[in-house]
């Protein structure tokens, strides 16, 4: 292991994530000093993150000084979950520096859900008595009485001279940490290695590894001849993505704020599902941004390849087993949800009961969050833990399903599926031909039968992790139902779950232990698993 190399390459890259900093910086300022506001400040928070970022960069290139700038497969494997775990720290500081956050954990917690992309969240605000006294949460799973989850809240309110309260929960939050937490979100949309194959030259050797190892999916298009190029042309596709969702927002909802239409779409796009607003997307009251955020949402989770296939003129290249599977997967699940759904009670974010569910309303919000969790993104604009049990076991299973290769969404990937589908058939078809010779493809594509195996073991792992998952969390004192909906809301990376852990109640319920599980499950299927595991296997830290 070429660990002088790790640490000069980690160095350098934290150096650029530094000037990232800059950016969410520059919005303190103006909220503190321009465009002076109630909430709290978090200027001098952004500057000791700067600070310790600058500080753990030189002490890595120290490390790292006098290298050969020659590295390979297995060094690229620690570059790439180095940086996660690094950036993940220096992405928390900011909820602890700004006191947003008190538990180091909770600031982890947040941090690597914004990063993965999942959107959970522990921030939830602190209740007071009459006596201005801080007290407990006491929620329980209706489904399980007997089991009450006591906890204390996380987020300061903001009161005026009198002592009023004038905001609480996330609206009680610096604006700049909030537009923090949701660009880390659209950083780790497409990756943070990913960001940087663009600008750092010495990537270039062990690129095209380092390009497969954050990309989701079995499979990876080159969409350029040189690694460097493609991660180029993904970003410059991804930032003029999320120009025009924030421009469509702006001019759609004049409820829609600048800042809260940059975190929508940071949000929106990368999959990743933070809000700023207490009532997340219900906030704003208006059906046509429910519908820009679906198509935006559908458009976040189809293989950004396809995309410059079509500005090429290249419409056939859409018309693949892949896509067209995953098109079909959201009609289906979004048409069953919606079938359950009619009739069926109206909540909103804080119980109150609004009417039932006509066909108009239930295709809305169906629609809405069924392709919300097929896509990994966790929107909500009603409390989806009182709707139909039905309705929640296909939105677990959407959640498995995930979107497609090659985009920013979570879950297993309906590629996957595909090529499980294709294993098994052809399989079946050996018992009475056996001498007839078969290739799995996707398309035109051949899949060869290393990539069979590493989709079997795939899924494998997702059920393996799933149940692991489950038993960890249920030792932790969380109940069943809520415990497999947070195993399937960490691992697929989508951010609300069922039972307990409902969007209305945030994840401040867990004890230590199950948030830090959730962290680890969170990373492990942003990074599909093969990328951690292999850390934990002997001979990767074997000198040869």
Known sequence: MRYKEVFKIVGKLLFYFTLILLIPLAVAIYFEFVYKTAHPNSTIA?????????????IFLYFGRNTKGVFFRKESVLIVILMWV???IISAMPFYFSKTLNSPVDCIFESISGLT??????MCPKLYDSSNKEKQYIVENPHFPQKKYVFYGTITPVRDKSGKIIYEG???TSKAVLFWRSFIQWLGGLGIVVLFLTVLPALAVGGKFLLQAEMTGPVKDSIAPRIKE??????KLYLGLTILEVLILIITNEKIEVLDAFCITFSNLSTGGYAIRNDSIAAYGSGLTDWVIIV?????SINFALYFHALKGKFFRIYEPDFILFVAVVIIGSGLVIYNLIGSKVYTLDGTITGTYDFSRALRSGTFHSISAQTSTGFVTTDVAKWPFAC????????????MSGATCGGIKTSRFYILYKILKHKIEEIFRPTTVRHVKIGKKTIDSKASITVLTFFILAGFFTILGIVFYVFDHVDAETSTSCVACMLNNVGFAFGVAGPTTSFAFMHPFSKLLSSFLMLLGRLEYF???LIFAPSFWRAK
């Open 46 to 58: 952004f500057l000791k993150t700067i600070l310790a970022c600058l500080i753990i960069s030189g």
């Open 86 to 88: 690094v950036v993940t």
């Open 117 to 122: 992309t999942t959107g959970a969240s522990v």
């Open 170 to 172: 996330i609206e009680a």
């Open 230 to 235: 493609t991660a180029s042309l993904l970003w």
């Open 296 to 300: 935006f949402m559908f458009i976040g």
């Open 392 to 403: 929640q076991i296909y939105m677990l299973l959407l959640m498995y399903i995930g979107g």
């Open 531 to 533: 990328i951690i595991l």
